[in-house]
């Protein structure tokens, strides 16, 4: 790939091939990181998500978008619920997770992967426009150090408490969800929280991670970049000690409890959220998985909109192969036992 022109002062591919990117591990967990994940999860599945559904936003691409809101572990979060238009049954359920800036729009996540979906978009903790909350900031590079000097009390956690609980939701508005089944697709920032959330939560079936964040801290906290994750750098300039906190945040060590199938795409040029740690959370990853390999990302180049399409391709031939084709050959089969004990009688 020849070099992307561009005015940073350092180098968006920070000197790594593709092959030198692969082999890229995850930090070893701290101790008692699972039992802390866990006992995350727990709480917020005892949360009541009380989902409310409000106005209809708009209508296009065969589904209704609407204003949502449910209960999470800090208070009510916001987002938009997706639904078919045709009214037809739910197939498919989808989690989505957003990019550092916040969510104001369903925006490109619609159309859905597969058809027969719905969807829930939360916007988490602290985000605008609908995540907004006393007292945790709202810009990116605020946000992502608020609480950094506590392991139970970083904001991170609770924004990954948002996403199971906007699952909880999801299953209560659509109960033909209710058996579990879902997809998750999560975007640099949402790519990170989507790799901290899965390992837990035995409702997902598949994931997507799309430029995500947060992989090996150790050597983030040594890469330059223009994203939320240099305002972890320049914290931790002065306060070492959050390096303990972020050994629990890491979504590379995270990947390594993942089971399920999950698509990554990787950048190998990226000036916000630097490649080595995007392709530390796929090299982790030790179930079924899959490698998407994008030029480039948070970055505007020529190839985008061909980039972009070949990576919806892409997703929706995962998510067809690991939640649809399943479900076909699980009613095939309960078909074929109806018939033989139809023949038996």
């Known amino acids: 790939m020849p070099p992307f022109a561009h005015d940073f ?20 967990a701290p101790a008692g990181f699972d039992g802390f994940w866990r006992s995350r ?16 936003v708009e209508e296009r691409d065969g589904v209704r978008i609407f204003d949502v809101t449910y209960t999470s572990t ?9 639904l078919p238009a045709d009214g037809a049954p739910v197939r498919h359920g989808f989690v989505i997770g957003h990019g550092y800036g916040g969510r104001d729009q369903v925006g490109r996540d619609v159309p859905l992967p597969l058809p027969g979906s719905a969807a829930l978009l939360p916007c988490v903790t602290g985000m605008p426009v609908k995540g907004l909350l006393a007292g945790v900031p709202n810009v990116a590079h605020d946000h992502v150090v608020h609480g950094i000097d506590s392991r139970d009390g970083y904001i991170i956690g609770d924004c990954v408490a948002d ?20 997809g998750y697709l999560g975007e640099s920032f949402g790519g990170g929280l989507g790799a901290l959330a899965l390992p837990w939560d035995e409702r997902f079936a598949a994931a997507q991670l799309q430029v995500p964040t947060f992989g090996n801290h150790p050597l983030r906290l ?7 994750g240099e305002a972890v750098r320049r914290h931790h300039r002065d306060h070492p000690g959050i390096v303990d906190v972020l050994a629990y945040y890491d979504a590379a060590t995270a990947a390594t409890r ?24 796929y090299n982790a990853l030790p179930g079924p998985r899959e490698l998407h390999v994008l030029q ?15 990576l919806r391709t892409a997703t929706t031939e995962f998510f067809a192969e690991h939640l649809e084709r399943p479900r076909v050959r699980a009613r095939a089969r309960r078909e074929g ?7 038996d009688d």
Request: net charge negative; hydrophobic share 40%; proline share 12%.
């Open 41 to 56: 999860y727990e709480a917020a599945r005892r949360v009541e998500p009380e989902p409310r559904i409000g106005e209809l």
């Open 222 to 228: 040594t890469l330059p970049c223009v994203g939320s």
């Open 163 to 182: 996403l199971w609980c906007a699952a909880s939701a999801l299953t209560e508005l659509v109960p033909e969800l209710a058996g579990g089944g879902l």
């Open 258 to 281: 993942m089971r399920i199938p999950v698509l990554v795409a990787p950048a190998l040029f990226d000036p916000s959220v630097p490649p080595p740690g995007q392709f530390a959370v």
């Open 296 to 310: 480039a990302g948070h970055f505007a180049h020529n190839g985008d909109d061909l980039a972009e399409q070949a």
């Open 9 to 28: 002062p350092f180098d968006p591919s920070y000197g790594r091939t593709l092959d030198k990117l692969l082999q890229i591990p995850a930090p070893a």
């Open 337 to 343: 036992s109806a018939d033989r004990a139809g023949r």
């Open 74 to 82: 800090r208070g009510r979060c916001g987002g938009w619920l997706v």
